[in-house]
């Protein structure tokens, strides 16, 4: 059973990928493997001047969780190096109640 994961505030991601490689490089990944990888949805124009158009991270298989930081009190890196503060690491239960907050926000269970 999962009792941490990351919260994802989709909404706020610039789609920079900073994400990506900061995974890759703590892990040693090749460069066509991912602990996290950036979707992204649009654009097209929905109605009037309404845009859809967003950025969304997957977790593959590969991430770990960044267990080796995450046992030394560090967050995940992935967590450490976005700039736009999109995404969140905790206790499920703790990032659930967060998610109640806003939509637009994606909840992955990972370990
Ligand atoms: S938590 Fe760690 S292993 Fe998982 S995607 Fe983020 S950086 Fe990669
Ligand atoms: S580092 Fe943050 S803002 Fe940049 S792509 Fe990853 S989740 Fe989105």
Same mark, same amino acid.
């Given at each position: 059973?999962?009792?941490?994961?990351?919260?994802?505030?989709?909404?706020?991601?610039?789609?920079?990928?900073?994400?990506?490689v900061?995974?890759?490089?703590?892990h040693?990944?090749?460069?066509?493997?991912?602990?996290?990888?950036?979707?992204?949805?649009?654009?097209?124009?929905?109605? /009037?001047?309404?845009?859809?158009? %967003?950025?969304?991270?997957?977790?593959?298989e *590969?991430?770990? $969780?960044c &267990?080796? =930081?995450?046992?030394?009190?560090?967050?995940?890196?992935?967590?450490?190096?976005?700039?736009?503060?999109?995404?969140?690491? /905790?206790?499920?239960d703790?990032? %659930?109640?967060?998610?109640?907050?806003?939509p *637009?926000?994606a $909840?992955? &269970?990972? =370990?």
């Amino acid at each position: 059973m999962a009792e941490y994961g990351i919260l994802v505030d989709y909404e706020w991601c610039s789609g920079c990928h900073s994400c990506e490689v900061a995974c890759q490089m703590e892990h040693g990944f090749e460069p066509d493997h991912f602990g996290i990888k950036i979707a992204e949805l649009g654009p097209w124009q929905i109605a /009037g001047k309404k845009w859809q158009h %967003a950025n969304i991270p997957l977790f593959s298989e *590969q991430c770990d $969780l960044c &267990a080796a =930081r995450t046992t030394q009190g560090k967050l995940p890196t992935c967590v450490h190096h976005c700039q736009a503060a999109c995404l969140s690491y /905790g206790t499920l239960d703790a990032l %659930a109640a967060q998610l109640k907050e806003k939509p *637009q926000q994606a $909840l992955v &269970a990972l =370990r």
